[in-house]
């Protein structure tokens, strides 16, 4: 079944591959970016459509909420910049978006929370994740929930920046080496949401998003440090690879 899909946070790094995934299965996506240059790795991928326009202004839904049928909010931030806050990025945005859903007749909903995600986290961010799933269950929306763990990929931030602070310093000083993740690769995770769009048994249903294999900090780190071909772009097999074969699905 083709869907004709609204994605708020496309231009991303988990928005990329979920556009890309969404336009293999032959959906057609409109995706909506701030600045269009940043979505020229998606201008080239057939069925998808990148229009330059600033999604809390509620022009922007009148014009580009028009026959579809589905929406998919992947808009998030861990740190607040300016006037977009942490509230405002996933509490006011998921508002202004199942509004525009509701008035435009879009009755089905998928959004990207975060594993944890609940009122009384340690996390300021973690919180606001949870109020912006609140929003999304109370908005009388078809919805699935998505609560991934860390994702890594080529460009993640994650395991990136272990990377890159492994080439500058011999040491790194961790104040949580044995802090636990359970990561996960971003292909799957764009996978679950392409095959969630299709599927109306993940209607109404959280998902938590996490590898099979739990890693501390410190394993994580020695990893990245000893895999200099890590931050290669043009290597032939990635990190993300043998990290997969490792048990990172």
């Known amino acids: 079944m083709t869907e004709r899909v609204l994605v708020a946070g496309g231009t991303g790094f988990i928005g990329g591959h979920v556009v890309a995934k969404l336009s293999a299965a032959g959906h057609h996506v409109i995706v909506l970016a701030r600045r269009r240059e940043r979505a020229r790795h998606l201008l080239l991928l057939p069925t998808v459509r990148v229009v330059e326009a600033d999604p809390f202004e509620p022009a922007t839904w009148a ?14 931030t861990l740190h607040a910049h300016g006037r977009n806050t942490l509230e ?17 007749g879009i009755s089905r909903i998928l959004h990207m929370s975060a594993l944890g995600a609940s009122p009384d986290a340690p996390s300021r961010y973690q919180r606001s994740k949870a109020a912006g799933e609140a929003v999304i269950t109370e908005s009388g ?49 764009a996978a679950c949401v392409a095959r969630a769009l299709v599927d109306d048994e993940t209607i109404g249903q959280r998902f938590d998003l996490c590898g099979p294999t739990v890693y501390t900090l410190g394993a994580i780190v020695r990893y990245v440090a000893i895999a200099p071909e890590y931050l290669a772009p043009l290597a032939r097999h990635s990190r993300f690879d043998v990290f997969r074969a490792r048990g990172g699905r």
Request: charged content about 20%; overall charge positive; some cysteine.
């Open 63 to 76: 014009r580009y909420t028009r026959d579809v049928t589905a929406a998919i909010n992947l808009v998030g």
């Open 88 to 104: 405002r990025v996933h509490v006011a945005f998921p508002r202004a978006l199942t509004a525009a859903c509701d008035k435009a």
């Open 141 to 189: 929306l078809a919805w699935t929930i998505f609560r991934p763990s860390v994702v890594f990929g080529r460009n993640d931030t994650f395991l990136n920046l272990f990377a890159k602070l492994a080439r500058w310093f011999p040491v790194i000083p961790l104040a949580a080496a044995n802090a636990r993740f359970q990561p996960i690769f971003v292909g799957d995770v």
